[in-house]
């Protein structure tokens, strides 16, 4: 059974940093197969696509809101996922979900507030 844990949120001042990794396991096939994303969703809000990684890593995209502050890497070695969240603000308060293949994780909450 695939599951994918996404860990690290907690509350963080607005210009901090946090980083969110997400941990798979239980793949019928190489973590490296496939690409992976990192998703979020605010109160009241759709989920949205912070920002995606190809198989290798070597590949990445990200929404506006974040480009600048956020980077997406990964670990093929170690099954891992990560989301580096820089220069926070209020806005990116949500719960953080990591998406790969047809799974996702039970999120994170990460709230940023004074």
């Known amino acids: 059974q695939v599951h994918l844990v996404e860990s690290g949120g907690g509350l963080v001042q607005p210009g901090g940093s946090r980083r969110l990794p997400c941990a798979a396991s239980?793949?019928?096939?190489?973590?490296?197969?496939?690409?992976l994303g990192w998703y979020r969703q605010a109160p009241g809000k759709e989920r949205e696509l912070v920002a995606i990684?190809?198989?290798?890593?070597?590949?990445?995209n990200y929404a506006d809101s974040v480009k600048g502050r956020f980077t997406i890497s990964r670990d093929n070695a170690r099954n891992t996922a990560y989301l580096q969240m820089n220069s926070l603000k209020p806005e990116d308060t949500a719960v953080y979900y990591c998406?790969?293949?047809?799974?996702w994780g039970q999120g994170t909450q990460v709230t940023v507030s004074s």
């Open positions: 998406w790969y293949d047809k799974y």
């Open positions: 239980g793949l019928p096939f190489s973590f490296s197969n496939l690409a």
């Open positions: 990684i190809s198989q290798s890593g070597s590949s990445t």
